[in-house]
Structures are given as structure tokens and as C-alpha cells.
């Protein structure tokens, strides 16, 4: 596999990670068929979402199986409403194609939030910034690297 941005940022970073690949199927429910499909429980594998918070970019991630409460995406960066990015204008801004888009390397850095579900495992799953990639880390690490605010974003 080659390197990818994401990887590349972790890499820079000193931060250990494995990887893990699988065969990338399209469609809904993406991070749920990563999971199944690289063996890992669902509560440890994290999607990463592109929005927008009173028209300005963010990144949030939370587990494959939630859904993301708008309301409290919005709160979490001071903002009064959210909504998701428009998928072109995501990769346009990330330099990953939706399905791939890691918060690691993005093209433009933007605030990340992360669910603090997340912080209840030793180690979590997130996109390796290409289809079908995945990288584990120390949730600790990740989130240090993105400066990400640690915050309930789903029910």
C-alpha cells in the first residue's frame, strides 16, 4: 500500500498506528461494512463527517453505527447550526473522495471534533485517508494531533 496524507501526518508526527485494509464497497453504511470487514468492533471504528457550522468547515468523528445530532455538532464548535457538507465541496477541501476522507492530512485544516465515546477505548479506527484504509491509534494521540475538542455528539 502506498503512503497517503493521512498516514504521512501520522508518520510526521511520531504517532504509531497500524493499518488495515479491506475491500471497499460504496454506498451506505460504509464505516459499518469497514468494521465487519477488517473484523473490529463496531464501538471502536469511527466515520469522519465533513460539515459546516454557520457556513464555515469542520470535521467531526463518530462511531460507524451513530448518527451525528447537528445541534450538538454546532455547540461543540460555538456555533447555532450545522449541517453536512456537500460531498464535492468535502473532497474539493480534504484532497480525499468521500469514503476515504481521513480527519489526518487533510488538504486545508479545519476544527475536528471527536465523540467521547471515543476515549473509552484503548485504541480506535478511523479512515487511512483512501477507500479501503483504515488506521488504529491511541484515541489520546489522534486527537492531540488534531487539536480536537473532545465532546458528546451523538444520542
Known amino acids: 500500500m502506498t503512503a497517503t496524507p493521512a498516514t504521512k501526518a501520522l508518520d510526521k508526527a511520531g504517532i ?56 450538538k455538532a454546532a455547540s461543540a464548535f460555538g456555533g447555532k447550526s450545522a449541517q453536512m457538507m456537500d460531498p464535492v465541496k468535502a473532497e474539493r477541501l480534504t484532497g480525499f473522495r468521500v469514503g476515504g476522507i481521513s480527519p489526518f492530512g487533510q488538504k486545508k ?19 487511512g485517508g ?14 492531540a494531533l488534531l487539536g480536537a475538542v473532545r465532546v458528546d455528539l451523538i444520542d
Open 130 to 143: 483512501q477507500r479501503g484504509v483504515m488506521v488504529e491509534l491511541d484515541p489520546d494521540k489522534g486527537a
Open 16 to 71: 504509531n498506528y497500524d493499518l488495515h485494509s479491506y475491500d471497499y464497497e460504496g454506498g451506505h453504511h460504509i464505516g459499518e461494512h469497514a468494521a465487519d470487514a477488517i473484523g473490529a468492533d463496531p464501538e471502536r471504528v469511527f466515520k469522519t463527517l465533513m460539515l459546516e457550522v454557520d457556513g464555515k468547515p469542520a470535521c467531526v468523528a463518530i462511531p460507524v453505527a451513530a448518527s451525528v445530532k447537528m445541534k
Open 109 to 127: 485544516r479545519v476544527p475536528v471534533a471527536i465523540d467521547i465515546t471515543a476515549f473509552e477505548h484503548a485504541r480506535v479506527i478511523l479512515n
